[in-house]
């Protein structure tokens, strides 16, 4: 489990940035024998279909060998040289481009560098040379009204829209087959960036309209736009001129080409410096012990696909009959609850002698037993009802409180931090207001996100590079099992 001592250093940073003495209160403990002061209102919605093989979460996992069955993009033959770039003054940012996989060739190996490029196109160009670490969606209800769940491309909006970095027209809708415009392009990559001085600009656009009366058809920018088109078009210098051409026009409406888009996309993208996969023993070890196979058929192009290999091999998760893993569906509590202890077991630990059982887990609950014994260990928290909801979808915050809990973390049992610091520093993001918000004392919830936040640590390696948390979104079951076998330690 992942050691006390890191997160001791957490907490040092923590009060380091407050500026706090040691004088601190302490919140009450939340473990199951006084947790009575955690509550959610939860919506009342039942999860898509998934099965779970694994009858007694309690039995040894048994480990597997996996096999991720490739679909047919992935078996084609990927050209990787187009033939009709050569006179293009974008080349090498489209060699580029095509090269780290975020376009594909037509069937004649064309990249078509002249035609224009659709709003679908450029959003998942964006978002394959540059992943930001935000996993894909399937969420239950869709945020834009023209992207219906049968789209090829719902995932991967509602995946950006989880991580609030995109944003469509007025009218709820994203016209994703659109041709995208020169000033629609700056709207969706100021948002997709996080760019301060588009998603929130201080100042109003009506003064960035001034600012821009040196192209003589200023007027001509759509309002919504009109912040974004400032921010890289009023310099001479800037992204705009150096892609779209130095003039005295913006032709804010003149449809993007695709080598146009190549250009800004490699020109303009800043990946940082991130921590590489981490991909274990597990494969090599279940290897040679496995006696059994099982082929996933739904892995191929996932960002988290080793760590889900890795839940798998372990024998801690499983697919449904069609070799689904389905990593872009919400995960529940309960899959959640149950991943992570057949991934790691806890070591037996002195048992408490009162507690109170949670109202809603019976005894013929297939996961009781398991219940039972986290309970009676002081490893697992519940809501204010003396409930744990186990067939509810799992949020992030309470991803957090779980996690806490099962590991062991100092940061409820024994704070060394005050609640009102917590808060303090979640204030350093942009909607930190917002964790535990929905619960009676959110201060449980505070505490257990604000540790896994610093330093853009495990919450930012699983829910994505991007300045917001949004604790209230549900959990994929590529992020659950991402975060159980990244941040597992299995040595202690």
């Known amino acids: 489990m992942r050691k006390k001592r890191n997160y001791i250093l957490l907490l040092t940073a923590v009060i380091a940035l407050a500026g706090c003495n040691n004088n601190v209160s302490e919140p009450a403990n939340p473990s199951t024998s006084t947790t009575s002061s955690i509550e959610k209102s939860t919506k009342n919605t039942e999860t898509s279909t998934q099965q779970t093989t694994i009858n007694d979460p309690l039995v040894v996992p048994i480990p597997v060998k996996v096999v991720v069955q490739d679909d047919k993009e992935s078996n084609s033959t990927i050209a990787t040289e187009a033939k009709d770039i050569s006179d293009s003054s974008a080349q090498?940012?489209?060699?580029?481009?095509?090269?780290s996989g975020a376009v594909m060739l037509d069937d004649n190996g064309n990249f078509n560098p002249k035609e224009p490029i659709t709003r679908s196109q450029f959003i998942q160009w964006m978002y394959r040379y540059d992943n930001k670490?935000?996993?894909?969606?399937?969420?239950?209800?869709?945020s834009f009204d023209d992207v219906a769940s049968d789209n090829s491309d719902y995932p991967l909006i509602e995946g950006l829209h989880t991580s609030g970095v995109i944003t469509g027209f007025p009218d709820g809708t994203?016209?994703?087959?659109?041709?995208?415009?020169?000033?629609?392009?700056?709207?969706?990559?100021?948002w997709y960036q996080s760019d301060g001085d588009v998603v929130d600009s201080a100042v109003s656009p009506e003064i960035h309209l001034q600012a821009l009366k040196k192209y003589s058809d200023y007027k001509k920018i759509?309002?919504?736009?009109?912040?974004?088109v400032y921010r890289y078009g009023s310099d001479d210098n800037g992204e705009y001129a150096n892609v779209f051409g130095k003039n005295n026009k913006l032709q804010p409406q003149q449809a993007v080409t695709r080598e146009q888009a190549a250009k800004w996309i490699i020109d303009y993208t800043n990946i940082e410096d991130r921590e590489e996969e981490n991909t274990d023993d597990v494969e090599e070890n279940t290897e040679s012990s496995a006696s059994t196979t099982i082929t996933v058929t739904d892995l191929s192009h996932n960002i988290a696909q080793n760590d889900i290999v890795n839940l798998l091999s372990s024998g801690a998760a499983s697919v449904d009959n069609n070799g689904h893993?389905?990593?872009?569906?919400?995960?529940?509590?309960?899959?959640?609850?149950?991943?992570m202890y057949r991934y790691h077991p806890t070591e037996e630990s002195t048992a408490l002698t009162d507690f109170t059982p949670f109202v809603d887990v019976a005894e013929n609950d297939p996961d009781y037993a398991l219940i039972q014994k986290l309970q009676q260990t002081d490893q697992i928290?519940?809501?204010?009802?003396?409930?744990?909801?186990?067939?509810?979808p799992l949020t992030r915050e309470q991803l957090c409180l779980l996690w806490t809990a099962y590991t062991n973390i100092s940061s409820l049992k024994d704070p060394i931090v005050s609640p009102s610091v917590t808060q303090t520093n979640l204030l350093n993001y942009i909607d930190g207001k917002e964790v535990?918000?929905?619960?009676?004392?959110?201060?449980?919830?505070?505490?257990?996100v604000l540790p896994f936040l610093i330093g853009d640590r495990e919450y930012r390696q699983v829910f994505g590079y991007v300045p917001h948390i949004q604790p209230q979104a549900e959990v994929s079951r590529a992020e659950a099992a991402q975060w159980i076998v990244k941040f597992t330690d299995k040595d202690d």
């Open 92 to 99: 090498q940012q489209i060699q580029k481009l095509i090269e």
């Open 133 to 142: 670490e935000i996993k894909l969606k399937n969420n239950p209800t869709a």
């Open 174 to 190: 994203m016209k994703l087959d659109k041709s995208l415009t020169r000033e629609e392009l700056t709207l969706l990559w100021g």
């Open 222 to 228: 759509g309002h919504i736009f009109i912040d974004a």
């Open 325 to 339: 893993f389905n990593p872009n569906d919400s995960i529940t509590r309960r899959d959640f609850i149950e991943w």
């Open 381 to 392: 928290v519940g809501f204010d009802d003396h409930a744990l909801k186990l067939d509810q």
């Open 436 to 448: 535990g918000k929905e619960y009676k004392n959110k201060e449980f919830y505070q505490q257990a």
